[in-house]
């Protein structure tokens, strides 16, 4: 074909024809601009394609990573809960306890009325997405969006989860000076089959009822209530953040 157009080229300019090998020389730029063209255009749909690819497989590890992120914060809403509604029982029986409430009814109230939420999300994908630039760069911009959120929301959570624990354990501090924390340890451990130390009721303590009078028992519960409600409303809130990560991955 070169040589085609090469023997073409040369009969042109021995015939003495400029016109027409001006043309045929436009003719020839146009086809070499096109055929430039043409390769720039498929090499960059490759390059959209390849990182189309590289999106998608990101996209699916950051999706994993919330999922068992929600599957671990369902897992400590669920106690915080319980907790919570422990609480408002027992605020309940400061006003009007049960009749002839026994020690250990008392005692299995007691029990679930404190937890410790540990939840600590996975963002290891979402860290190398910041460090190299590719957050910035995700093509959907909803899930940009939500990303850019999530770091807010989290740390709006991580400083009522303190607060929460910090009270937590002025309050665990309450029961060990003014009753028995170690039946309390005893009940949940029973009810806990992933933990088996043998711990035994305590047989020089216990959690009488009559605590049930203590102002301070009562305003301990009700200022614990409070916090617990609080860190429910983050729970929810960053339940949310995450669902939204997860369906827009």
């Known amino acids: 074909m070169i040589s085609f157009f090469r023997k073409l080229r040369q009969k042109l300019l021995e015939e003495n024809r400029v016109t027409r090998y001006l043309i045929y020389a436009l003719g020839e730029i146009l086809l070499v601009v096109i055929g430039i063209l043409i390769a720039l255009w498929v090499n960059n749909q490759n390059e959209l394609a390849q990182k189309a690819e590289r999106e998608q497989v990101i996209l699916t590890s950051l999706k994993e990573e919330f999922q068992e ?5 369902d897992r400590d ?3 915080l809960n319980a907790t919570s509604s422990a609480l408002e029982t027992l605020l309940d029986w400061t006003n009007e306890p049960p ?3 026994t020690e250990e009814q008392f005692e299995n109230l007691l029990s679930k009325s404190f937890s410790s ?10 860290e190398e997405l910041k460090n ?3 957050l910035s760069q995700l093509s959907d911009p909803e899930l940009r969006a939500i990303l850019f959120e ?4 989290y740390e709006d959570l991580s400083e009522v989860e303190r607060d929460y624990n910090r009270y937590s354990n002025q309050y665990i501090d309450f029961l060990s000076m003014n009753g028995s924390v170690r039946n309390l340890d005893a009940i949940n451990e029973a009810a806990n089959s992933d933990v088996d130390l043998g711990l035994s009721p305590s047989t020089i303590a216990s959690n009488s009822p009559s605590l049930l009078k203590s102002p301070e028992f009562e305003n301990r519960v009700d200022n614990f209530y409070f916090l617990a409600a609080r860190l429910q409303v983050q ?3 960053i339940r949310v953040q995450i669902q939204a ?3 827009y991955s």
């Open 69 to 73: 992120n929600l599957n671990e914060l």
């Open 77 to 79: 809403l669920q106690n």
């Open 99 to 101: 009749e002839d409430l």
């Open 117 to 126: 939420p540990d939840w600590t999300p996975s963002t290891f994908i979402l």
């Open 132 to 134: 190299s630039g590719g």
């Open 150 to 153: 999530w770091q807010r929301i």
């Open 235 to 237: 729970y929810e809130r």
């Open 245 to 247: 990560i997860i369906d």
